[in-house]
């Protein structure tokens, strides 16, 4: 069994800072590529960063500059670190992991969790 669950999110002003965390467990040796995407109400899923598993990452045109993808090999866990946060930053996140174990890799997605920016 493989669990894939996020933390960190909550409510912030606009201006300040957020770290969401997507820890993978169970029965996995490691981790690969790590993407995290956001659904605002009313719109479609939108990947906004990854990070590959050699470390490069890349980011929506709209958040470069201002989130920051990476990741902790030994906890397999990726991180979004996101500063400078808009109201239209507001959103539930998601992580997509993909997942080595036994034999197999694949993809898991995280529960999601609410980022909430608003004075």
């Known amino acids: 069994q493989v669990q894939v669950v996020e933390s960190g999110g909550g409510l912030v002003q606009p201006g300040g800072s957020v770290r969401l965390s997507c820890a993978a467990s169970?029965?996995?040796?490691?981790?690969?590529?790590g993407d995290w995407y956001r659904q605002a109400p009313g719109k479609q899923r939108e990947r906004v960063a990854g990070?590959?598993?050699?470390?490069?990452?890349n980011y929506l045109d709209s958040v470069k500059g201002r989130f920051s993808v990476s990741r902790d090999n030994a906890k397999n866990t990726v991180f979004l670190q996101m500063n400078s946060l808009k109201p239209e930053d507001t959103a539930v996140y998601y992580c997509?992991?993909?997942?080595?174990?036994?034999?197999?890799?694949?993809?898991?997605w995280g529960q999601g969790i609410q980022v909430t920016v608003s004075s």
């Open positions: 997509y992991v993909e997942v080595y174990g036994g034999g197999y890799a694949r993809g898991h």
């Open positions: 169970g029965t996995i040796l490691s981790i690969g590529s």
């Open positions: 990070i590959s598993s050699d470390g490069s990452t």
